[in-house]
């Protein structure tokens, strides 16, 4: 079992930046593949970023690649989303999940998720 919690959402004006968060608890977390996901009002829920459990391996949407870095520290069991160059588009719900699978980019290979955390872009 796998437990996760995002945090480091927030308000952001066009061009900043913000890094969520997403803290596990559980024995199997190191060994799990985690990835972001975000939902805006009316839109399904779509893929942002993976990284392998041994964090060697990234994955990014082509929306993002380029303005954003998943990183993630085993000791801490802690998954990190660091956002630059935020855009008005990115506003959704971000949300934290992980599973046993590596190379499976949407939501239903996942099967641990955290509550989200709201992040908000202004133009």
């Known amino acids: 079992q796998v437990q996760l919690g995002e945090s480091g959402g927030g308000l952001v004006q066009a061009g900043g930046s913000l890094r969520l968060s997403c803290a596990a608890s559980?024995?199997?977390?190191?060994?799990?593949?985690t990835a972001w996901f975000r939902q805006a009002p009316g839109k399904e829920r779509e893929f942002v970023a993976a990284?392998?459990?041994?964090?060697?391996?990234?994955k990014y949407a082509d929306s993002v690649k380029g303005r954003f870095t998943i990183s993630r520290d085993n000791d801490k069991n802690t998954v990190y989303l660091q956002m630059n160059s935020l855009k008005p588009e990115d506003s959704a719900v971000y949300y934290c999940?992980?599973?046993?699978?590596?190379?499976?980019?949407?939501?239903?290979?996942?099967?641990?998720w955290g509550q989200g955390t709201q992040v908000t872009v202004s133009s």
């Open positions: 559980g024995r199997t977390f190191t060994t799990a593949n």
């Open positions: 990284i392998r459990w041994s964090g060697g391996w990234t």
């Open positions: 999940a992980a599973s046993g699978y590596w190379g499976r980019y949407y939501a239903g290979a996942y099967d641990y």
